[in-house]
C-alpha cells in the first residue's frame, strides 16, 4: 500500500471496510493465495500494524482497530476454513481489553460465533489463562 494511506484522514479504515466487503462478496470463492486474499492480507497487516511514528490519526487507529475485528469475523462467517481457529482467537482476545466498547463487542461476539461452531478448538486456546 501507498504512504498515502496515512496521509489522508479515513482512507485506511475505508480501505479497510473495502477488504471486509470483498470477503462478504466472495464467501467460499475466497481461497488462501488468491490475488483478493492477497489484497484483503495486506490491508489487515496495515490495519494491525503499529504506529510508532504518531502519522495516523487516533480515530484512524481506532477504526482501523474495529476493521481488523470485522474482518476476522467476516472469515468465520463466510470462510470458515481460510485461517486456523488459534489464528482467529489471537486477534479477537488481543482485542477485548480494549477500553473501545464496540471493539470488545465484536471481538466477543465474534468469539462467541467461533465457539459455537468450533467448541473444541476454541477450549483448546484457554482463552482464560
Known amino acids: 500500500l501507498d504512504e498515502e494511506i496515512y496521509s489522508r ?9 473495502l ?5 462478504a462478496c466472495l464467501g467460499p470463492d475466497y481461497i488462501l493465495g488468491s490475488e483478493a486474499y492477497d489484497i484483503c492480507r495486506s490491508i489487515v497487516s496495515e ?3 503499529p504506529d510508532p511514528c504518531g502519522v ?12 481488523s475485528v470485522l474482518y476476522a469475523q467476516m472469515l468465520v462467517l463466510f470462510v470458515p476454513k481460510a485461517l486456523t481457529t488459534a489464528q482467529h482467537v489471537k486477534v479477537l482476545v488481543d482485542t477485548l481489553p480494549s477500553r473501545q466498547p464496540y471493539l470488545r463487542r465484536a471481538a466477543a461476539d465474534t468469539l462467541r460465533h467461533l465457539a459455537e461452531r ?3 478448538k476454541v477450549l483448546c ?3 482464560e489463562g
Open 47 to 49: 490495519l494491525r500494524a
Open 56 to 67: 495516523r490519526l487516533k480515530e484512524d487507529i481506532l477504526a482501523g482497530a474495529l476493521q
Open 125 to 127: 486456546q484457554k482463552i
Open 19 to 23: 477488504g471486509n466487503a470483498m470477503v
Open 9 to 17: 484522514p479515513g482512507l485506511l479504515p475505508s480501505i479497510g471496510r
Open 118 to 120: 468450533e467448541t473444541e
